[in-house]
């Protein structure tokens, strides 16, 4: 079984100032790793992913992610933001070996960008 | 092409009586899951269909909640004899038969109110 930890429920952050969002995954095997985000009253967007390879993944709107298998992290990072940017984020994880692309979530991080 | 489309967008019921949440998903995709977020939490992952079978139902309650999904219409959530602990919002999320890992696409949810 697979968990995941985002450790800041939220962030207040000012408009083109860095960001970054923490998230820790327990996992006896190896995961694939997703960041989503969810905008007000809307379903969830991927923003990115990490299956393998590169451990620096580049996803949209400016936003990256790093995954250190040491450290079992996989932070969100957008080095300038934007008023738009103002959503809640959640980091997932899934088993490359079951069935379908079933995700486990963790608790999501509210960013609200202030001018 | 359309979305995940899901309805209704809000419902609301009284305890005691039955909800039905449908969720049709995109052109192209046969694999469908459902995932609950109660206020202030993360999603939690109900279950997996694919047409005509369950394929994993581990994140179900035990009583009062099922799943189909028919050859021909919508996939279908099913909460019988709500209680207020079932206001939540749902959201339901697809992919095609052969997509790359993560790929899920969400709708928008159904929020459900139990006075």
């Known amino acids: 079984a697979q968990s995941v930890t985002q450790l800041d429920s939220q962030v207040p952050v000012f408009e083109e100032a860095p960001v970054e969002l923490r998230c820790n995954y327990s996992?006896?095997?190896?995961?694939?790793l997703f960041w989503y985000v969810q905008y007000p009253n809307q379903g969830l967007q991927l923003l990115l992913k990490?299956?393998?390879?590169?451990?620096l993944v580049k996803g949209i709107n400016g936003f990256e992610a790093e995954f250190n298998k040491s450290q079992t992290s996989f932070h969100l990072r957008k080095p300038s933001v934007h008023i738009s940017d103002t959503a809640e984020y959640f980091c997932?994880?899934?088993?490359?070996?079951?069935?379908?692309?079933?995700?486990?979530f963790g608790g999501g991080t509210r960013v609200l960008v202030k001018p | 092409n359309a979305g995940v489309m899901q309805n209704p967008r809000h419902l609301v019921r009284r305890r005691g009586q039955e909800a039905r949440l449908r969720c049709s998903p995109m052109?192209?995709?046969?694999?469908v899951y459902w995932y609950r977020q109660l206020p202030e939490e993360g999603l939690k992952f109900m279950v997996y269909l694919q047409k005509e079978n369950i394929i994993d139902e581990s994140g179900m309650p035990k009583e009062r909640f099922s799943a189909e999904f028919p050859k021909e219409g919508p996939s279908i959530l099913r909460i019988q004899q709500v209680v207020r602990g079932d206001s939540a919002a749902y959201f339901c999320a697809s992919s095609p038969i052969a997509g790359e890992a993560g790929e899920l696409f969400f709708g928008e949810g159904s929020r459900l109110t139990v006075l």
């Open positions: 052109k192209g995709h046969s694999h």
């Open positions: 990490y299956l393998s390879g590169s451990t």
């Open positions: 996992s006896s095997v190896s995961v694939y």
């Open positions: 997932a994880v899934s088993d490359p070996r079951a069935a379908g692309n079933k995700l486990t």
